[in-house]
């Protein structure tokens, strides 16, 4: 029997609502939500794709790259916890967590004295931004980064600002950036120049939406622009995150990760976002749903229940708040199931 179930997806922060297709009671593939207001029935190839994590979830935990059960590796994982000092362990938080988890690991982090880092693109929490509205109304939107690629349903919002005879200046980090396409004027340079040279241009009426920036001095002159403005994060959850945990720059993560012995990543592929040489680091324990480049390094990896089988919130990037459910059930352990195991 064939079902339709509502969840969100978990592929940027953008928030857009998506159906999950079941055939008696499998997974089998996603469909457009067109009642959803973020993107009112549309879903890019990462959306309509973003069910594989299900598909290819791990089966078994790991210890050493050995397959073993889930109980076994955490007893495992607390043998590492308790040999170092609680100052030589870090834990990853994750724009990946909902709300709630980011709260559970946030509070097992600061019960045992381990220092906790929350990575969000080298971006930060501007507070009030821009909504998606605001920019299919603007005047003129300024764009850095490679939405209309990266972030479609974003994109589809400057695309409709165009069509409401809005100006579209583009940042790129090359010539070959889909949203050039659509833009009046573009540039590759740096973020920095990028602004001052607009800076004649960019009114109370203009919008600026950014996925990246080249340096804090960037969020700086973001954050004191006369206009709103939108960061738009890679993580489903990055601006809920922020309400719970302090992001950090990436100077400030290498900074920590040199000073670290034993790395627990929740639900993160810190490897992926950070260039460091992670070899550095005693053991590295992920509790992840399918495999990363971060797992890929690990010498523990637990199962956590992936996004389809959790039950949540998440918060877009123009601060709303919105839960999910669980569209399947299962028996591997959500990620708070895990803290409360480690806190005996
Ligand atoms: S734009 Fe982002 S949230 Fe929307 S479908 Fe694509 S990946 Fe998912």
């Not at 349903?153 to 790129?172: E, F, M, P, S, T």
């Amino acid at each position: 029997m064939l079902e339709i179930k509502h969840t969100l997806c978990p592929s940027c922060s953008v928030g857009c609502g998506i159906n999950v297709i079941l055939n008696d009671g499998e997974i089998v593939g996603t469909f457009p939500y067109k009642r959803h207001p973020v993107n009112a029935g549309k879903n890019c190839l990462n959306g309509r794709t973003s069910i594989e994590s299900y598909q290819n979830k791990f089966q078994t935990a790991l210890v050493s790259n050995s397959e073993t059960d889930t109980e076994k590796a955490i007893g495992d994982v607390l043998k590492e916890l308790n040999s170092v000092d609680a100052s030589d362990v870090t834990v990853i938080c994750s724009g990946n967590n909902s709300v709630e988890e980011c709260k559970a690991i946030k509070e097992f982090g600061e019960s045992k004295n381990y220092n906790i880092a929350f990575y969000a693109d080298n971006l930060k929490d501007f507070g009030e931004v821009a909504s998606y509205d605001d920019i299919e109304n603007a005047a003129s939107v300024f764009v850095i980064g490679d939405l209309l690629y990266e972030n479609p349903l974003i994109g589809r919002r400057i695309v409709h600002a165009k069509q409401n005879d809005a100006k579209i200046y583009a940042l790129g980090k090359s010539d070959k950036s889909v949203t050039f396409n659509i833009a009046d004027e573009v540039a590759t340079g740096s973020v920095q120049e990028f602004l001052d040279s607009n800076s004649a241009n960019i009114e109370e009426s203009s919008v600026i939406v950014f996925n990246y920036v080249d340096g804090q001095e960037d969020l700086e002159k973001l954050e004191n622009a006369n206009c709103k403005v939108l960061p738009v994060f890679s993580k489903s959850n990055s601006k809920g995150a922020f309400s719970v945990v302090d992001a950090k720059s990436e100077e400030e993560m290498i900074e920590l990760l040199d000073n670290t012995k034993v790395l627990l990543v929740f639900n993160d592929d810190v490897v992926n976002d950070i260039d460091y040489d992670f070899t550095k680091i005693s053991k590295i324990i992920s509790f992840a749903p399918c495999e990363n480049d971060t797992t890929a390094i690990s010498n523990i990896v637990i199962p956590i229940k992936t996004w389809l089988e959790n039950d949540g919130s998440f918060v877009n990037a123009m601060g709303e708040s919105q839960a999910f459910s669980a569209v399947v059930e299962s028996d591997v352990l959500s990620e708070i199931e895990i803290i409360e195991k480690l806190n005996g």
